[in-house]
C-alpha cells in the first residue's frame, strides 16, 4: 500500500517539576532549602530519512510523545531532561499544520525541523531562596506542553519523472535502469502508485519516479485522475513515453491542466515499442524495452541533462509550531454569575510557582497579581469586597 498523506499527533515533553526539600541531616535540624530544579522535556524532531518511500508506517502508529522531564530532587539534584523525540519522514514530506499551512518541507536525508520544543523544567526551592526569605517552602511547577496535530503530505523527490498513457511502458522502463521491480502488465492502470527507482552511471544517482498511466481528461477525475503528479513536480526533466501520436498533445494538455510550471518542465519525448510499431517522426528518442534498443543512448542522453539542469525547489523550513507567548499577557473578564476570571500566559507561568496552601507563597501570589496590573484590570471590571475571583483552577474572595 502506497499512503500520501497522514494526520499525526505530537506532543513535546513535560518539564519536571521543582522540589521543595530543606538540607536535614544529623548535624543540621533545619537547613537551607535544597530542592533541584526539574529537567526539560523532550523536542519533537521530524528528520528526512531514507528508510522508507511512503508514509504507511504512520497509518497505525499515528501518536508521537516525547519524553517529560524528570522531577527535581532533594539535595540540589536536578531532574534529567526528556529525551528528544525524532519522527523519521521520508524525503520528500511536507509537514502542514492542520490549516493547510507549510510548517516544514522535508528534502533532504537528515535534514531536520524542530516542530516542538519541550516545555521548561520547574526551579526547586533553592532558587527561591533570598536574604528576607530563607525557607521557601515552595518550587516551581515544569511547563506543561499541549498535544498538536499536524499532516503529513509526501511528494516523491525525484530527478527524472516518467509520463505517459496507460500501457506504453513506463514501468518497463524503470525496471529495466534501475533495481525497481515495479508490476509490467498488459493492460492500462497496472501502476496505482508512483513507484521510485535509482539509475547509476559511474559517480552519478539519477532518482527516478514511474506515476500512473494518463489519460484524456484525468484532470477532471478520468481513469486515475492527476493527483499523483505532485509527485513529480519537483524533477528536474520529464520523460514522455508514447505508443501512438495521438497521446502527445493530450499529455501536454492534462500536465498544463495539472500546473502550468509543470508542463513548462525540460521534457523529452520517446516512442517505445519500436519492435513491433512504425517510427513516429518527431521523437527524441526511439525505443524498445523488450529488445533493449536505444536504451543506452535515451540514457546517456537523461545523465547529461540531469547533471545540467538545476535542482527543484529549494527546501524551505519554517518557524516552530508552537506560537511564541507573550508572558506578560493576560486576559480579565466577568461571567454570568459574577466570577471575575484572568486568564492568559501570564497566569499560567505565575501559578507554576505558588503553593497557594503556603501563606508566604500566596502572598507572593497576591502581590505579584497587583504588581502585574491583574488586581486593577478586575477593579476596572467592577470587582468589589466579597466577589469570587477565579485564577486558573483557584478561586478565592476578594478582600480590599
Ligand atoms: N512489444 C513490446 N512490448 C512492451 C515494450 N515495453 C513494454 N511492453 C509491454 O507493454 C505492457 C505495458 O508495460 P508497462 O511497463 O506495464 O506499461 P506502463 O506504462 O507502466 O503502464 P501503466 O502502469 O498501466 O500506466 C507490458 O505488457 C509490457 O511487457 C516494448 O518495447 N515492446
Ligand atoms: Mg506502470
Not at 525505443?287 to 542522453?301: F, K, P, Q, V
Not at 497587583?370 to 466579597?386: R, T
Request: net charge neutral; hydrophobic share 35%; glycine share 12%.
Amino acid at each position: 500500500m502506497f499512503i500520501d498523506r497522514v494526520e499525526i499527533k505530537i506532543k513535546a515533553g513535560n518539564g519536571g517539576n521543582g522540589h521543595t526539600s530543606f538540607l536535614r541531616d544529623k548535624n543540621t535540624q533545619r537547613g537551607g532549602p535544597n530542592g533541584g530544579d526539574g529537567g526539560k522535556g523532550g523536542d519533537i524532531v521530524f528528520i528526512g530519512s531514507t528508510r522508507a518511500d511512503n508514509l504507511i508506517d504512520f497509518r497505525y502508529n499515528h501518536e508521537f510523545k516525547a519524553e517529560d522531564g524528570i522531577n527535581g530532587r532533594p539535595m540540589n539534584k536536578s531532574g534529567s531532561n526528556g529525551k528528544d523525540l525524532e519522527i523519521h519522514v521520508p524525503l520528500g514530506t511536507k509537514v502542514l499544520n492542520m490549516d493547510g499551512g507549510l510548517l516544514a518541507d522535508i528534502v533532504e536525508k537528515d535534514q531536520k525541523y524542530l516542530a516542538l520544543r519541550g516545555g521548561g523544567g520547574g526551579q526547586g526551592n533553592a532558587k527561591y531562596a533570598t536574604a528576607r526569605r530563607q525557607t521557601p517552602n515552595f518550587s516551581q511547577h515544569g511547563i506543561t506542553t499541549a498535544m498538536h496535530t499536524v499532516v503529513l503530505e509526501l511528494n516523491c523527490i525525484a530527478d527524472v519523472g516518467l509520463v505517459g498513457f496507460p500501457n506504453v511502458g513506463k514501468s518497463s522502463l524503470l525496471s529495466i535502469v534501475s533495481r525497481a521491480n515495479p508490476k509490467i502488465g498488459n493492460y492500462p492502470f497496472t501502476t496505482l502508485h508512483p513507484n521510485i527507482g535509482v539509475y547509476s552511471k559511474g559517480s552519478q544517482t539519477i532518482i527516478f519516479a514511474d506515476i500512473p498511466g494518463l489519460i484524456e481528461g484525468a484532470s477532471n477525475g478520468v481513469g486515475l485522475g492527476i493527483d499523483f503528479l505532485k509527485h513529480i513536480n519537483r524533477t528536474r526533466l520529464l520523460v514522455h513515453i508514447i505508443e501512438e501520436e495521438s497521446q502527445i498533445q493530450i499529455i501536454k494538455k492534462e500536465l498544463e491542466n495539472f500546473s502550468s510550471d509543470l508542463v513548462k518542465r525540460p521534457r523529452i519525448l520517446v516512442q517505445n515499442k519500436i519492435d513491433v510499431n512504425e517510427k513516429i517522426k518527431g521523437c527524441d528518442f526511439y525505443i524498445s524495452c523488450a529488445t533493449r534498443e536505444g536504451i543506452d543512448e535515451l540514457m546517456n542522453h537523461i545523465a547529461k541533462q540531469v547533471s545540467l539542469l538545476p535542482k527543484p525547489n529549494e527546501s524551505q523550513t519554517t518557524a516552530i509550531l508552537e506560537v511564541a507567548i507573550d508572558k506578560n499577557k493576560f486576559e480579565v473578564f466577568v461571567d454570568a454569575e459574577g466570577v471575575y476570571t484572568a486568564t492568559g500566559p501570564m497566569i499560567d507561568n505565575l501559578i507554576r510557582g505558588v503553593v497557594l496552601s503556603d501563606t508566604e507563597s500566596a502572598a507572593y501570589f497576591h502581590r505579584r497579581l497587583d504588581k502585574s496590573g491583574v488586581i486593577e484590570a478586575l477593579k476596572n471590571l467592577g470587582m468589589i469586597d466579597g466577589d469570587t475571583v477565579q485564577v486558573a483552577d483557584t478561586q478565592f474572595i476578594w478582600r480590599d
